[in-house]
């Protein structure tokens, strides 16, 4: 213990700075580190400060940077120049007694009216009109007839045999 006081300090290592080493045995400068830390934590607080930024809508942004532009104006002049705004915006109010507002207003489009034929036709599965040139003559094979007619017997059969059933209550 007497020779350990006793040696110089080079050779004691006494007063001399910590080495620090990682896991591989590689000399750390702590310094360094705790710089390159705060530089990290610095980069990230301006990519929060950006993404932030391109989160807010790029026409709100346009918006709010023309009144800004606009308040400033106002204060170096002195005077407001409402511009168009005002105007656009007293003539889009309707007013009752307005002599000119029936002018304005979008009148309803005539429809052209299709013509339809007169008379009887002979009914169709789709229930579609004939043409106004059709001249009343059935030109079919009589399929539409006998399936209308069959569906027309399915019904009345079914509402029998529904009444049937239901008698007896």
Known sequence: ???????????????????????????????????????QVERSKHLQALHTEWNKGVVQQRQRADEERRIEHVRATGTVDYGNELD?????????????LKFLE?????????????????PNRFGIRPGYRWDGVDRS?????????????????????????????
């Open 106 to 122: 979008a009148k309803p489009k005539k429809t052209a009216r299709v013509p339809e034929y007169k008379g009887q036709a002979p």
């Open 141 to 169: 094979n009589g399929f539409e007839k006998d399936m209308l007619l069959s569906r027309a017997s399915a019904n009345a059969r079914q509402a029998e045999n529904y009444s049937y059933s239901v008698a007896d209550l």
């Open 88 to 100: 656009e915006e007293r003539r889009a109010k309707k007013h009752w007694n307005d002599p000119a």
């Open 1 to 39: 213990m007497r020779r350990m006081h006793a040696a110089s300090v080079e050779t004691s290592g006494r007063g001399a700075q910590t080495v620090h080493r990682n896991k591989t045995g590689q000399i750390i400068d702590i310094e360094q580190q705790s710089r390159d830390e705060a530089d």
